[in-house]
Structures are given as C-alpha cells and as structure tokens.
C-alpha cells in the first residue's frame, strides 16, 4: 500500500508541477539519450518518401529545432536519428544535417541489406562516426539467414562495429534470436517493443517466450518506444499513469534488465498518441523506483553501449 501511495503521490506532483517528468527530489539521469527519432523535411525540392502527403499530422518539417522545441526534450544530451526514406541519399542528408546539429549524436540508416550496391553504400556512409547502423523494416524475414547475400551483408555490418535495428511485429523474434545465435558479434537492437498491444494487462504468452528467448543473448537490447502507441488510442488519449504500463515494463526490466533497456520516443510518431513530456514521464516514473544505476542505464549507458555513442564526442565525417 505505501509503494502505491508513493507511486501516486509522486505521479500527481510530475502532473502538476513538473512538465518534463522530473518531480522534486527525485533521482535524475546525469545524460538523457532519445534513442529514435525521426527527421526530415517535406519543404524539400524533392519532397519525401515518408511520411506520405495524406497523412496531415506527420507531413510536415520536423527537424531538431523542432524537437528541441518539444518541453520533454528538456535535458537531453543528445539523440539517434532512425531515417524512414529508402532513399539512398537520404542518409547523406541526415548525415549532413548532423554535421550542423550536435544534438545528433548518432545515426541508424535505411540500406537495402542483401543488394550488389550495400557494401559500397555501407563503406561510403560508415566513414562517418555518426553512423551507427541499419535498420531492417517491412520486410519478409523467412528465409534470409540463408541467403548468402543477406547473411553476407550483416556480417560487413558486424565488421564494422555497427548495429542492427529491426522493426515489426512478433515476426521480428524467431528472426532476431537465430540471427543472435548464428552472429553473436552483431548487436541487435529490437524497436517498438516487437509491436506489442499495450492494454494494462500482462502481454501474451507468445510474445513473452519470443522475448525471454531473445533475453537469453547479450547482443540483443530493447527500446521501450511503442507504449503509447501500443494502446492504439489516437489524439493524446492513452493512459498517462505508468501503471498502465507496469506490466510490459516489468516484462521488460525481467528479462533484459535495465542495462539492455533504453529510452526511445519515436517522436514525432508518439506525438499522434501523446505529448513528448507524457512519453518520457512514464519511463522516468518507473525506474525512478527502482534507483540511480537502472534510470542511467535506461537513459544513456544502454544507448552508449549498443550504438557505441557517447554524448560527449562530436566529429565530422
């Protein structure tokens, strides 16, 4: 009854007189890294490919200013921009953009993994310490383990010390968990929570032995993006109390521990659901309880070690 007490208590005052999330004597992380971000800039002569003209809320410019503009961006030490555009010279453009802007400390490119053209590409676009790998989305995954292209392809990733971020539903697992087995030395990041349905409830059997299994291999982290849009409640209606997220967090912090857990947004995606402060307040509020070390892993070490950043260094290409 007292932690519930405490857990209420505590949520009420972030409510009312702490905007960004951090409530009056309570523990705050020395650096905050936001580990998926979304920029780019539909004012551009050649447009976007991502996110397309009808959807009114996310066709716009949204750039760091932008973010920086957002009130639960206060404090953050830097951020990692994830391109959505297939478009190979999108990456040159987030790179450039980076050049200009220190709040990005790194970058998770789109490369078509598999393709004649992706060990150039990766040669090019690796020279630059900003980039720090690539993500795999929207894509069949049955199967291209054993594509000597693709497997070929992830092994350059891993030569380079960069990452692999994949992006979908409950597909993702069995294909991150082999792909952990079969490459130990390529650091796998899982986005979005594997799509998880966040309901208040604990998540589902399926998804938590897909999960545990992942947990098993310490190349593997998480992101705890996708809570408010786990809920499916558009226009800022999702729950802000975290313990309507206990349980997927608690799932979470259970089988990757903090260390292998870290602070994403997916801004400016979130904001269709919820404000950037309610996003990072729920995060705040749940590993404030569970002390310093866990909110600094959460908050920057986890980042630091799987993207291999750091907030402190900035250089060119």
């Known amino acids: ?107 998770v490119g789109n490369l078509a993994i598999g393709t004649k053209a992706f060990a150039g590409n990766l040669k090019r676009f690796a020279a630059n310490r900003i980039f720090r790998g690539v993500r795999v989305r929207d894509r069949k995954l049955d199967g291209l383990l054993d594509d000597p292209d693709f497997a070929g392809d992830l092994k350059l990733l891993a030569a380079h010390d960069l990452s692999l971020d994949l992006a979908g539903g409950m597909e993702i697992l069995p294909f991150a968990r082999r792909l952990a087995e079969k490459m130990p030395g390529l650091r796998i990041i899982i986005d979005h929570l594997a799509g998880l349905a966040i309901n208040g409830k604990a998540p589902p059997d399926d998804w938590a032995r897909g999960m545990r299994a992942l947990g098993r291999n310490p190349n593997i982290y998480c992101k705890l993006s996708g809570l408010v849009e786990g809920t499916g409640r558009g226009n800022g209606s999702p729950p802000r109390e975290v313990e309507f997220y206990r349980p997927a967090l608690d799932a979470m912090r259970g ?52 993207y291999r950043v750091t907030c402190s260094f900035k250089t060119g290409p």
């Open 1 to 107: 009854m007292a932690n519930g007490f405490y857990t209420r208590r505590r949520f009420l005052a972030a409510s009312a007189g702490a905007i960004a999330g951090l409530t009056l004597g309570a523990e705050e992380p020395a650096a905050v890294i936001d580990s998926h971000v979304h920029f780019y800039d539909p004012a551009r002569p050649q447009d976007v490919p991502w996110p397309p003209r009808d959807d009114k809320f996310l066709y716009r410019t949204t750039l760091p200013k932008d973010y920086r503009a957002a009130e639960g961006a206060r404090r953050v030490t830097g951020v990692v921009a994830v391109e959505a555009s297939p478009w190979v010279e999108d990456n040159q453009w987030v790179l450039d953009l980076a050049a200009r802007e220190p709040l990005i400390i790194g970058f």
């Open 255 to 306: 089988i990757f521990g903090a260390e292998r857990l870290m602070y994403a947004s997916d801004w400016p995606v979130s904001e269709r659901f919820a404000p950037l402060p309610a996003v990072r307040r729920i995060v705040e509020e749940y590993f404030q309880s569970h002390g310093g070390a866990e909110i600094e892993a959460v908050f920057s070490r986890s980042a630091e070690s799987a």
